[in-house]
């Protein structure tokens, strides 16, 4: 049986070794320059980041509460951010256009499921 990891629903692992965060989650400088390119402050920056990297890898953006720990940290340590700058948005439309600027970036559309409102 193949792992949950590896199916068609792809879902985070529960633990990653530094050898997984560092081949699946580094980011090239083409995608810090997108997302410099796109964000005010290093909160903003790395939040954006967080969300580039978990849906090039899932192909859907997870809730930010399942992003694993080992990922953010392994993003803010390899960005150079401080340990002060954690996973969240103060306010859901910076959500929203961050959602939208990744999907122009891979060149994909959501999928609304008949909702209406374009947010997935």
């Given at each position: 049986m193949a792992s949950i990891?590896?199916?068609?629903?792809?879902r985070?692992?529960?633990y990653y070794t530094q050898a997984q965060l560092q081949k699946t989650y580094t980011p090239t400088s083409t995608e810090i320059a997108f997302a410099r390119d796109r964000?005010?402050?290093?909160?903003?920056f790395f939040n954006l980041m967080v969300l580039l990297k978990?849906?090039?890898?899932l192909g859907y953006f997870p809730k930010l509460e399942q992003i694993s720990q080992d990922i953010t940290n392994y993003l803010r340590d390899?960005?150079?951010?401080?340990?002060?700058i954690n996973l969240?948005?103060?306010?859901?439309?910076t959500l929203y256009r961050h959602k939208k600027v990744i999907r122009a970036y891979f060149q994909v559309t959501a999928f609304d499921g008949g909702r209406g409102d374009g947010e997935s």
């Amino acid at each position: 049986m193949a792992s949950i990891e590896r199916t068609a629903y792809p879902r985070f692992k529960r633990y990653y070794t530094q050898a997984q965060l560092q081949k699946t989650y580094t980011p090239t400088s083409t995608e810090i320059a997108f997302a410099r390119d796109r964000t005010q402050g290093d909160s903003n920056f790395f939040n954006l980041m967080v969300l580039l990297k978990s849906f090039q890898r899932l192909g859907y953006f997870p809730k930010l509460e399942q992003i694993s720990q080992d990922i953010t940290n392994y993003l803010r340590d390899y960005l150079k951010l401080s340990e002060k700058i954690n996973l969240g948005y103060d306010q859901s439309r910076t959500l929203y256009r961050h959602k939208k600027v990744i999907r122009a970036y891979f060149q994909v559309t959501a999928f609304d499921g008949g909702r209406g409102d374009g947010e997935s």
